[in-house]
Antibody
Framework: QVRLQESGPGLVKPSETLSLTCAVSGGSISSSNWWSWVRQPPGKGLEWIGE???????NYNPSLKSRVTISVDKSKNQFSLKLSSVTAADTALYYC?????????????WGQGTLVSVSS | SSELTQDPAVSVALGQTVRITCQGD??????ASWYQQKPGQAPLLVIY???SRPSGIPDRFSGSNSGNTASLTITGAQAEDEGDYYC???????????FGGGTKLTVL
């Protein structure tokens, strides 16, 4: 059973960079999953941010691509999210998620989520 | 970019059948997956692939696909099925992933 745990600051100032890390346990980050970030603003729906494969290949949401970097650290079995130039609109619950991709694509393991507020 | 459209809200009488739909152009290469989210909880995968359920998901949940519409059907809805339901898919041409806007299910 793969377990995911997000960590990082809960408060970020406007124009600064949001940084989160997701620790993976119960499985290897070098497995055939895409490791993803999904966010959910308070009271709103889910938004895919982007994903990374253990090879380093990435895909990003076009609406966030200019501000997003997702990286993987195989030695620590974790992956990370950086979102630059944040505004209040980036306030959300951020989830790290394991995605299975073959003939189907689905998110089968979710972290509990971490709330990040953008405020001065 | 690809989009997935869901009805914002649906209601069903206890024990009756309800279908939640998701419309979009992304289903050409991948089947939709479906997630249930209850207040204060992370989303939970309920349907993936053509019509598969993860371990622990009751068999009253089923999925189907027809053209550009994916559907989640709950046969004999229970009170504990109340929550928000999201569809999701990957666009194979762009490798972008999209979610539907979500459907709030109320069990009366």
């Amino acid at each position: 059973q793969v377990r995911l745990q997000e960590s990082g600051p809960g408060l970020v100032k406007p124009s600064e960079t949001l940084s989160l890390t997701c620790a993976v346990s119960g499985g290897s980050i070098s497995s055939s999953n895409w490791w993803s970030w999904v966010r959910q603003p308070p009271g709103k729906g889910l938004e895919w941010i982007g994903e990374i494969y253990h090879s380093g290949s990435t895909n990003y949401n076009p609406s966030l691509k200019s501000r997003v970097t997702i990286s993987v650290d195989k030695s620590k079995n974790q992956f990370s999210l950086k979102l630059s130039s944040v505004t209040a609109a980036d306030t959300a619950l951020y989830y790290c998620v394991a995605a299975y991709s073959s003939s189907s694509y689905f998110f089968d393991y979710w972290g509990q989520g971490t709330l990040v507020s953008v405020s001065s | 970019s690809s989009e997935l459209t869901q009805d914002p809200a649906v209601s069903v009488a206890l024990g009756q059948t309800v279908r939640i739909t998701c419309q979009g152009d992304s289903f050409r290469s991948y089947f939709a997956s479906w997630y249930q989210q209850k207040p204060g909880q992370a989303p939970l995968l309920v349907i993936y692939g053509k019509n598969s359920r993860p371990s622990g998901i009751p068999d009253r949940f089923s999925g189907s696909n027809s053209g550009n519409t994916a559907s989640l059907t709950i046969t004999g809805a229970q009170a504990e099925d109340e929550g928000d339901y999201y569809c999701n898919c990957r666009d194979s041409s762009s490798n972008h992933v999209v979610f539907g806007g979500g459907t709030k299910l109320t069990v009366l």
